[in-house]
């Protein structure tokens, strides 16, 4: 058995019956669920259907997210979630490198590393080198001037942990800002990079090992088998092209506002709803959710 997934943006709120009759006639699925009136509902399905990926694009220009997957484990034990575009809408470093005044070109190259143009490892020292000099203050206001959280990702995580589940934040960016941002969502552990400061100032690099790509897996690795379940049992959210490996071993691996080519590698892709999506997805419905105040 499968179930498919239908979400709208829960600001725009413009998912509607008739459309999820149609779906669900055609592909011949069982009664529709509503999960969040006008915003998510689900479907059985005895089969994936052949044209998903055809209604999904026709979906995606309706502002609509489809996800279809077996109905069977969909509710996980883990959530193990990027950081930056994903549990928050920005990009630290290019936060930190518009301070230093080098924002467009740390930008540029931040773009085309989560879009897998680049070697992640090569781009974050190139990166950080840019910042060699800026005053270590700058994280601080940076984190209060600067950084939002993505919507739904309280909700998230604290909904998650109320039903037994665990919450690690893995990051390539840096535990000056995983700090902060695991303690005010609720997330159990965080794993990120070092910034190098030296009489206040960034030293324009970061400690070893460097983690990226195969760190994100290794944090997927570790982490369920300490807890003593399967990488079956996780989902995990990310948007860049170092997300990738661990998108790929959990059970369940979603790209979220995803870069297109890394989107085209995942078969969970949400381009309009908020992180909410990962909850609904799972079978919550709105009314299960548990709020935690950010």
């Not at 085309?112 to 080198?129: I, P, T």
Request: aromatic share 4%; charged share 20%; with cysteine.
């Amino acid at each position: 058995m499968f179930i498919a997934t239908v979400l709208a943006n829960p600001r725009t709120r413009n998912l509607e019956g008739s459309l999820l009759d149609s779906l669900r006639n055609a592909w011949g699925g069982g009664d529709v669920v509503w999960l969040d009136p006008d915003a998510a509902a689900e479907f059985a399905l005895p089969v994936p259907p052949e044209n998903r990926w055809q209604v999904w694009e026709d979906l995606q220009g309706m502002g609509l997210d489809l996800v279809v997957q077996p109905a069977k484990g969909r509710r996980k034990r883990m959530l193990l979630a990027d950081m930056d575009s994903t549990m928050i809408q920005q990009e630290c470093i290019d936060e930190l490198a518009d301070m230093a005044g080098v924002g467009a070109r740390v930008a540029d190259i931040t773009a085309r590393a989560m879009n897998g143009e680049l070697d992640f490892e090569g781009a974050l020292l190139e990166r950080v080198s840019l910042l060699r000099g800026l005053d270590q203050g700058v994280i601080a206001q940076v984190l209060n001037e600067r950084i939002t959280f993505m919507p739904g990702g309280a909700e998230l995580v604290a909904t998650m942990k109320a039903n037994g589940g665990h919450a690690a934040l893995v990051s390539g960016g840096f535990t000056a800002f995983t700090t902060r941002v695991a303690r005010v969502l609720g997330f159990d552990e965080h794993r990120a990079n070092t910034l190098l400061i030296e009489n206040g100032k960034l030293v324009g690099d970061v400690a070893r090992p460097i983690l990226g790509r195969q760190a994100k897996i290794e944090a997927l690795e570790q982490i369920s088998a300490r807890l003593g379940i399967s990488e079956a049992d996780v989902i995990a959210v990310g948007d860049g092209a170092n997300d990738l490996g661990m998108l790929g071993r959990a059970g369940t691996g979603v790209a979220l506002h995803a870069k297109p080519s890394v989107a085209a590698q995942c078969e969970a892709r949400v381009n309009h709803g908020d992180l909410t999506a990962l909850l609904f997805i799972q079978g919550y419905a709105r009314s299960e959710f548990t709020t935690a105040l950010v």
